[in-house]
T-cell receptor, first 113, second 113 residues
């Protein structure tokens, strides 16, 4: 299995809702990442997990809460989002170390209404 | 963090080589150069990476100058399916076991029939 699977592919949520994005990989990668991408912009790094521990938080607002329950799963819990949080949310994984490329999922397109 | 500079857009005729330049004049000695591409509405796709030697794989070739301040991605026989945004990235080590892949604006490559 050489893929990163993200679910759901599309999500519409209200500003008072709580929802979660899910990311799964079975490549044995021990580093996982969340990126946010607005239309016509490059992906922006949000969080980095290394060996299931949060390694980097790029000053993301607390309404985004990441979780890495095991080495294959990465979740992003969403609560009280704003319309400007609407974007494509991308998950990626890699082996740890500086000389390994990332494998990205196809993303979850989130719309906050 | 080392910054990369790329042309905003480029055109290439189908069947010809596409040469995409990237400037990374502030790169440090242990930082790798990575190339990814993103086809519309999909997750980024890893293409190739290198440290100081030229690299080739089934997708592309990467030429890095001797001073490592710039590189060129070469798609030897571009097809219409190579139309995408191409990102040149210098991967940075930060934190305990954490590595940041920060995307710049990228080059929008149009392959024309």
């Amino acid at each position: 299995d050489t893929e990163v699977t993200q679910t759901p592919k599309h999500l519409v949520m209200g500003m008072t809702n709580k929802k979660s994005l899910k990311c799964e990989q079975h490549m044995g990668h021990r580093a996982m990442y969340w990126y946010k991408q607005k239309a016509k912009k490059p992906p922006e790094l949000m969080f980095v997990y290394s060996y299931e521990k949060l390694s980097i938080n790029e000053s993301v607002p607390s309404r985004f809460s990441p979780e890495c329950p095991n080495s294959s799963l990465l979740n992003l819990h969403l609560h009280a989002l704003q319309p400007e949080d609407s974007a494509l949310y991308l998950c990626a994984s890699s082996q740890t170390g500086v000389s390994y490329g990332y494998t990205f999922g196809s993303g979850t397109r989130l719309t906050v209404v | 963090d080392a910054k990369t500079t790329q042309p905003t857009s480029m055109d290439c005729a189908e069947g010809r080589a596409a040469n995409l330049p990237c400037n990374h004049s502030t790169i440090s000695g242990n930082e790798y150069v990575y190339w990814y591409r993103q086809i519309h509405s999909q997750g980024p796709q890893y293409i190739i990476h290198g440290l100081k030697n030229n690299e080739t794989n089934e997708m592309a070739s990467l030429i890095i100058t001797e001073d490592r301040k710039s590189s060129t991605l070469i798609l030897p026989h571009a097809t219409l399916r190579d139309t995408a945004v191409y990102y040149c990235i210098v991967r940075v080590a930060r934190g305990t076991g954490g590595f940041k892949t920060i995307f710049g604006a990228g080059t929008r490559l149009f392959v024309k029939a």
